[in-house]
């Protein structure tokens, strides 16, 4: 499942919760890293790491919780619900607390030019293996 449908299944199941007498905000976090090592030219080792986490915020009353986790899943989010709306009674209210407005996302219009490679992620080793090679090669040619 996409890191989208799985905010969006969160989201409408906090809506389901909420029934207007309480606010969230759901942070859903998933990275993937890939690494080679090459020592005297040869292959030395292969990395992958795959990681995920949430994070949770009610608003209720002007109590507001917070809790995170592992993993980005609607039950990690639903065990984070129950441990935060447990605790929100036994906090101060306070009139003044409030959750950021969401703003219109203006893009990232550097993004395309930077050096991120969706290929990285769904190329088999072989091939990223040829790549740096020959990107090895290219610096190794270049003269200042």
Known sequence: ?????AAQNCIDWLHRQ?????????????????GIERR?????GIQQAVSEGVGLRLLSGGRM???????????????????????????????H?????PQPDPGDQSLGQSLWDAAL??????SITTKLEKHYRDIQDFEF
Do not use: N, P
């Open 1 to 5: 499942m996409s890191l989208r449908e």
């Open 18 to 34: 909420a029934k207007g007498a309480l606010e969230a905000e759901v942070y859903l976090s998933r990275g993937e890293e890939r």
């Open 40 to 44: 005297d030219g040869k292959l030395d």
């Open 65 to 95: 919780g917070f809790a995170c986790a592992g993993g980005a899943t609607l039950e990690t989010v639903q065990r984070l619900y129950g441990e935060i709306f447990e605790q929100l009674s036994h906090l101060e209210a306070d009139a």
């Open 97 to 101: 607390k409030e959750l950021a407005q």
């Open 121 to 126: 992620f769904s190329e088999g080793w072989d």
